[in-house]
């Protein structure tokens, strides 16, 4: 079975992007796609990037950890809520933290916001850091406007039935293009 880290950046009080990452994890198990693992960033207290991981003469033993279950994972699918037309500075963090662990790794966006745009404004400055370290991002994308009207507090959306059919098309794309970097490492 495939294993997929869902990354929940956000490290807010009252944060709403959280919701996202938990229904995802419910899908992916519910269906049988993928053992799931959600890194929930606000239960890591990372220092601001000062180098990258493997350059540090003495990393913290969390940031050791981080990378393994990023290695371990056959592809990532990161939740990232907008703030101010940006993602947050906590994902901007861990993906700078890393390099060899990004490199190939299939990288599904879910964008999230409370607005009527979905974080849809995230998606280029996020593919393009992603790019850069030579992730591989997916081509679909998942953006979730007005999360309140979207998905409870559990990550229970409120219909059921379009939100499935969405995430089928996102985390298919995603598990095709796992299939596909797998294939071409043999």
């Known amino acids: 079975m495939k294993k997929i880290a869902i990354i929940s950046p956000s490290i807010r009080q009252g944060r709403k992007s959280h919701r996202v990452a938990l229904w995802f994890r419910n899908y992916l198990q519910e269906n049988n796609l993928a ?11 990372f220092p601001l990037f000062e180098e990258r991981l493997k350059l540090q003469s003495d990393p913290p033993a969390e ?6 279950r990023i290695r371990e994972a056959d592809g990532v699918i990161i939740i990232a809520p907008e703030y101010n ?21 299939p990288v599904a966006i879910s964008t999230v916001s409370d607005g009527p ?4 404004q995230v998606i280029t400055s996020l ?3 992603l790019w ?8 679909v994308m998942f953006p979730v406007p007005r ?13 059921r039935e379009a939100m499935k059919k969405r995430a089928a098309r996102f985390t298919g794309e995603l598990l095709r293009c796992i299939g596909a970097q797998q294939s071409s490492e043999k």
């Open 63 to 68: 940031a050791i950890e981080f990378a393994a």
């Open 117 to 120: 745009f979905g974080g849809t």
């Open 35 to 45: 053992a799931v693992d959600i890194l929930d960033l606000s239960e890591y207290r």
């Open 147 to 159: 999360v309140d009207e979207a998905f409870d507090e559990e990550g229970r959306p409120f219909d």
């Open 132 to 139: 850069k370290i030579g992730a591989w991002t997916v081509p």
């Open 127 to 129: 593919q393009f850091s």
């Open 85 to 105: 037309g940006g993602y947050p500075a906590s994902l901007k963090n861990v993906i700078d933290l890393l390099t060899d662990e990004w490199r190939r790794k």
